[in-house]
């Protein structure tokens, strides 16, 4: 389902939304988070395929918080960086660990290496490069597949 603006919606709905409905009223849809339902799938499907790897989640990143609270939240990380989605604490391939960022479509332009034009995007990017540079393996990834593909790859090295 759209609004008005062309965005997809979704109606998972809170206790109160649904006893609105209940009794009438009609209660308001919520944007899609694609990244979330793919980022969250990824975090299941490790845990049923590799049980002992440990995968920690950017659970803040999907909350919507209050002025305050993201000032404050901004405060316990450095400034201009910008933290992957997930990390999976396990070195393999010769790295420390695996960061993924995960979008719900492809990052790059068609030639498959030149970021689009998006400075959140771009921060992300930069952020990741100095990972690398510290011996961490990053990417990009848009799909469950694709990232636990990448997993796999690295783990028989």
Request: net charge positive.
């Amino acid at each position: 389902m759209k609004n008005s603006v062309g965005e997809t919606k979704t109606n998972v709905w809170t206790v109160k939304e649904l006893r609105d409905f209940q009794s009438g009223k009609k209660p308001p849809t919520r944007k899609a988070q694609p990244e979330y339902a793919i980022q969250a799938a990824f975090v299941r499907e490790m845990s049923i395929k590799h049980p002992t790897v440990i995968v920690f989640s950017d659970t803040a990143a999907h909350i919507k918080k209050t002025q305050i609270q993201q000032v404050r939240a901004n405060a316990l990380s450095s400034p201009n960086e910008k933290q992957p989605d997930v990390f999976i604490n396990k070195a393999v391939g010769g790295y420390h660990g695996i960061y993924f960022e995960f979008k719900a479509e492809t990052p790059y332009k068609a030639d498959g290496v030149t970021l689009r034009k998006n400075a959140h995007v771009e921060a992300q990017a930069r952020t990741m490069s100095k990972l690398e540079k510290e011996g961490y393996f990053c990417a990009f990834v848009w799909s469950v597949e694709m990232a636990v593909g990448i997993f796999e790859m690295l783990l028989k090295g």
